[in-house]
């Protein structure tokens, strides 16, 4: 066992990790060629699908059609060339053909009976397991990429899931991807149960190892409560009854961010989220973030409060949870911190009885400030940094170097300006060329401006001192270093009485390359805590004494105080050591009956001084229930006397079946200067009613309604003053939730009445209907959507990388060795795809009111197919409609987007709109089957280099017929219109007529082998600019063998003939040409599939292709693949 696990582990350690711990799991990328694609042989689960685009962003579910059962896809050829689908296939105990007698044993009828039979020694053959006694899923499998127009390009995946016994006492488990978090793939997380963890694990009763991605977490700590997401090893250990012990160390995978924001009306986002020092091009590690809203955590979720896009550090929250311009809202989260190389180490003890308990924590994190990742200190810089100590805002150099000419980079050449030694932008390749990195320091401070935009990167442009925004500079990243060191026990003397304390000390320093300040980087934090039982009858009294000291540049992993501790006692500024005390007193029944009364202390040395009081009470009587929360603060500080008054008051009483409640909120908080006695603007108050009626069961079926009305007061003229009042509507429900009806209800409506800016009114709705008919002969679906929002102008550079591992070709349409943004095509050869498009960050946003409709409608009579008559007649007929539409326009004044279907070009800014019909004759039958296909789609784009819109028209008409049993025929045709309008690219508009003819005759020679030929005729006009014109002959070749040991041999060989009219070095032209010459073309490509054992595959794939004018190309990949 020992030598397998060595075996086993050494194949690791020559594979990357793969991202699924199914041993279902597929994961394909296809070029597509037609609508509708067969995915696999057998059906696949729908609890698991994504359809990833040429960018890796996830396809919206309305632009595509799934068959599950069939295995089909059906998505718009001409709007996405090249896809990725994920999958599960169904186990194949599921989809395996079970019969009492085998076919294959059927032979013709003979008089020679003595060649049926033949006497042999049955042998069993003993397949060898590569991890006997252990449950395994997944794969390993390596491969190489190679061709004569590429590199040769490695290709390795892991997906594996391992679990069970090595021995009586120590067990494993594993979950190993190939997978590389942060990154998330699919833009807006939708689900995270898939979220990535690789480790490996072994354990026993009383110890554990773990190594790989790990949650290093601590709950058991007030000043070192932390959870965060590490690479690296884990070990925990029970020592004995009582004693525990742990130990850490890792690879940090991000650092702790907190972002603050504050909500605007009727604006759902998304919104930008930036880092520690403003950043914007930040990555999110994914599933680290924590969003509080006027400190209430929310869920993440598509049917909860909110998604996030990680790449882009976006947040959109959804439709049922409208946001106000009173909402604070802060999100914590990871972001991934490549400066330098991050360690951490955690180590951990702890002892604990029945009365006593103490435990001790000592946590690590450093860079290593000798191995910097994304910046190449130079001594210089290093220097700089030295002499700046903790100031952020010291911490900049000049960025220029010297470097090769490169035309995937932007580079500068030296010129003298006014005297001034000056960047100006160059392709010179005789030149001396910098790669310089422009920095925005600020509204008139820096001497450059952006001049344009190329696929590459933004230009900048000298325009002299004061007059731009950007300079010629980088912002240097200090290492820095963090430790914490904590110990904490609790000791219970009686039942009634339990004593708690903690002493923490941490060391931080900001700056490594720095020597200044560093006496202030030590300090300390201390935590004592007494609850007393005073008496325990039905009710009980208890007692609580609570006292924090904390020094001023004390600091620890995350945060440790509430999420909103300055605003709960109005603290501007953390300054001096903190003195915090806390009293409780309260009697409780139980957690739904009780009353509390708190009095809190805090002083800042000698900046603060505060002192706040706090009721807090809940009582449930019957049919009622009742609960209030109130405090009153009274604070000083160097500069200001400050009174803040709070009050949340709700009560329901419950009519049976329905209730009836109430809500009050207030708050008043007074900021005054202790030597004039006026009003700091940052005062305000606020009342807050509200009613509501509710009737039914809120997990089941329900309807809430209710109104809210709230006043807001700011200070004008040193006064309160009323600045705007709102008036809330809103409505919840589930009204139908059965079988075969699913009818749900939500609305938000809000005015606001502002008494110095124009008012503003808002609506949020969404309405989900699923109904089913006729045991299932007609099935509706309907979601319908209001909202607001923005439609970011999204930036994007394309980047160079290993040809075959990227989604994009570069086409040098004007030969200036300059790569522009209309020169990039989705390739569609693979050895061509050398170039990434890389979304940058969004700081552009447009307002927008947006109207959402989907809408699928399903004929099924397929299942009277036992029945006789007309219904007989019409179960040979299936069809499917789906209606997709994301309208989003220009928010202008009051008005609302109700119609989706207004589809007028002016305001319109973002549109998604597709709609698809099949319609099916003997579907899947193979006995005069027929598919009539509509579809047309629209949809408009916002770029920072302009909008695009694309429209699609489709009529496609699919016949099969097994002519006998030998011999299929297969006709397709269809008629198609496409249209691209870009906004600032003419080059690149085009509008196609497309009409095609694909016949294609099969001969059977079993279900496992067969020969095809087939015909394809293309016919393109493009009716605008250049009036292109292709007329394409295609004729081809297929063979498919699948062998009895499974062993598959697949090849066709295709030849074009392409009589192209037009410039064929164009956008156009790349399109309609799809990638191929004018002329005779050629393409061919082999598969041949191996099983050597029970769990080796062998697969070896080789394409080539031919044109008139140039040489041909080959390219081949061979892997090797165990599946377990």
Do not use: C
Not at 202 to 222: A, I, P, R, T
């Amino acid at each position: 066992m020992i030598k397998k696990l060595f075996i086993f582990f050494l194949l690791i350690a020559t594979a990357g990790f793969s991202q699924r711990n199914l041993k279902e799991f597929r994961s394909k990328k296809i070029n597509v060629k037609t609508d509708t694609i067969q995915i696999d042989s057998v059906s696949i689960n729908p609890t698991f699908f994504k359809l990833l685009n040429s960018k890796g962003d996830s396809i919206p579910k309305y632009k595509y059609q799934v068959d599950f059962p069939k295995a089909k896809l059906i998505i718009n050829a001409k709007e996405y060339r090249k896809i990725t689908v994920e999958y599960l296939r169904f186990p194949d105990f599921l989809t395996k053909v079970y019969a009492p007698l085998d076919e294959k044993l059927i032979v013709p009828n003979t008089n020679r009976t003595d060649k049926l039979y033949s006497l042999t020694t049955n042998k069993k053959k003993q397949d060898f397991k590569l991890f006997d006694g252990l449950k395994t899923q997944g794969f390993i499998s390596r491969g190489i990429t190679t061709g004569n127009n590429q590199n040769a390009v490695t290709n390795a995946s892991l997906d594996l899931t391992l679990e069970g016994k090595l021995s009586k006492e120590v067990g494993i488990r594993a979950n190993i991807f190939d997978t590389n978090l942060p990154l998330q793939q699919n833009g807006y997380s939708q689900s995270l149960t898939d979220f990535d963890r690789i480790f490996i694990e072994l354990f026993s009763k009383n110890w554990k190892v773990k190594g790989g991605d790990v949650s290093l977490n601590n709950k058991d700590s007030y000043f070192l409560n932390f959870d965060k997401q590490v690479s690296g090893i884990q070990v925990d250990a029970n020592l004995s009854e009582h004693f525990s012990v742990g130990a850490s160390g890792a690879i940090v995978r991000g650092r702790f961010s907190a972002f603050n924001f504050v909500g605007v009306e009727g604006n759902q986002g998304p919104y930008k989220i930036f880092g520690p020092n403003n950043e914007a091009n930040i990555v999110i590690v994914a599933g680290s973030d924590a969003v509080f809203i006027n400190g209430v955590q929310l869920e993440r979720g598509e049917n909860k409060d909110y998604i996030i896009d990680y790449n882009l550090a976006e947040i959109r929250f959804n439709t049922t949870y409208p946001i106000t311009n009173d909402m604070r809202i802060r999100v914590e989260f990871q972001f991934s911190d490549q400066n330098y190389t991050r360690f951490i180490t955690y180590e951990k003890a702890q002892y604990k009885n029945d009365k006593f308990s103490i435990s001790g924590f000592f946590y690590n994190e450093n860079d290593a400030k000798n191995q910097p990742i994304q910046q190449s200190l130079t001594n210089d810089q290093k220097q700089i940094l030295a002499n700046v100590g903790n100031d952020i805002t010291q911490m900049v150099a000049e960025s220029a170097f010297e470097d090769e000419f490169s035309e995937n980079r932007i580079q500068y050449r030296k010129v003298i300006v006014g005297g001034i030694e000056t960047f100006e932008f160059s392709t010179d390749e005789t030149a001396d060329l910098f790669t310089v990195t422009f920095s925005n320091v600020g509204v008139n401070r820096g001497s450059y401006v952006i001049d344009s935009a190329i696929a590459t990167g933004t230009i900048y442009r000298y325009v002299g001192a004061n007059l731009g925004n950007f300079d010629p500079v980088v912002r240097l990243v200090a290492p820095t270093s963090l430790q914490v060191a904590v110990v904490n026990s609790e000791y219970n003397p009686t039942a009634k009485t339990k004593i708690q304390a903690e002493l923490a000390y941490s060391d931080n320093d900001q700056n490594l390359f720095s020597s200044i300040d560093d006496e202030k980087n030590q300090q300390v934090a201390s935590k004592l805590k007494w609850d007393q039982l005073i008496f325990d009858t039905t009710w009980k009294l208890k007692s609580t004494i609570d006292y924090e000291f904390v020094q001023e540049n004390f600091r620890t992993v995350q945060r440790f105080r509430s999420v909103e501790f300055n605003r709960d006692w109005n603290v501007r500024q953390q300054l001096g050591n903190q003195n915090q005390l806390s009293t409780r007193l309260w009697l409780e029944k139980d957690e739904n009956n009780f009353l509390s009364y708190r009095f809190n202390h805090l002083n800042f040395s000698e900046s603060f001084n505060g002192n706040k009081h706090e009721i807090q009470s809940k009582i449930n009587r019957e049919n009622l229930s009742f609960q209030i929360k109130s405090s009153l603060l009274s604070n000083t500080s160097n500069t200001e006397k400050d009174n803040f008054f709070r009050l949340y008051a709700k009560g329901i009483y419950s009519l049976g079946k329905s209730w009836l409640g109430g809500f009050i909120g207030a708050e008043t908080n007074e900021i005054q200067n202790r030597n004039t006695n006026d009003f700091n603007t940052l005062s305000h108050q606020f009342q807050e009613y509200e009613g509501f009626y509710g009737i039914g069961d809120s997990t089941k079926v329900f309807a809430k309604i209710g109104l809210n009305y709230r006043v807001n007061d700011s200070i004008k003229s040193n006064r309160f003053t009323q600045i705007n009042n709102r008036n809330t509507l809103y409505l919840d429900s589930r009204l139908i939730q059965n079988e075969n009806t699913n009818l749900s209800l939500y609305a938000n409506y809000r005015f606001t009445d502002n008494k110095f800016e124009p008012n503003a009114q808002s609506l949020n709705s969404r309405l989900i209907y699923n109904q089913q008919f006729f045991k299932r002969f007609l099935n509706l679906g309907t979601v319908y959507e209001t909202s607001s929002g923005n439609v970011a102008q999204q930036d994007f550079v394309y980047v160079k990388t290993e040809p075959g591992q990227g989604f994009y070709t570069w086409n040098d349409y004007n030969n200036d060795g300059i790569q522009q943004f209309e020169e990039f095509e989705i390739a569609e050869f693979q050895d061509q795809a050398e170039y990434l498009r890389v979304p940058l960050p969004n700081i552009r946003f447009l307002p927008t009111q947006k109207a959402a409709l989907k809408q699928s409608i399903t004929l099924n009579p397929t299942q009277w197919k036992t029945q006789k008559g007309w219904r007989k007649w019409m179960s040979h007929f299936y069809n499917q409609t789906f209606l997709t539409i994301n309208n989003e326009r220009k928010r202008e004044g009051d008005g609302f987007n109700f119609n989706p279907f207004n589809l007028a070009e002016e305001g319109l800014l973002s549109l998604q709109f597709n709609i698809r019909n099949s319609f099916y004759y003997n579907r899947n039958l193979q006995r005069y089957s027929w598919i009539y296909t509509y579809g047309t789609s629209r949809n408009k784009q916002q770029f920072s280099i302009g909008n695009q819109e694309n429209n699609a028209l489709i009529h496609q008409l699919e016949f099969q017929h097994k002519l006998s049993s030998f011999w299929l025929l297969e006709v397709a045709s269809s008629y198609g219109e496409n249209k691209l309008d870009t906004e600032n690219f003419a080059n690149r508009n085009y509008s196609l007529i497309n009409k095609e003819l694909n016949p294609k005759l099969s001969y059977l020679f079993n279900r496992d082998h067969r020969f095809s030929v087939f015909y394809h005729l293309k016919d393109k006009k493009n009716t605008v600019a250049g009036l292109e014109t292709l007329n394409q002959h295609k004729i081809g070749v297929n063979y498919f063998y699948l062998t009895k040991k499974k062993n598959q041999i697949s090849a066709d060989f295709s030849m074009f003939l392409n009589n192209f009219e037009g410039s064929a070095n164009s956008p156009v032209g790349y399109q309609m040409l799809e990638g191929l010459q004018e002329g005779r073309n050629f393409t061919w490509n082999a598969l041949f599939n191996q099983k050597i054992n029970s769990f080796l595959n062998l697969s070896l794939n080789y394409f080539g292709r031919k044109s008139e004018n140039a040489k041909a190309i080959h390219s081949g990949t061979v892997q090797l693949k165990a599946i377990f």
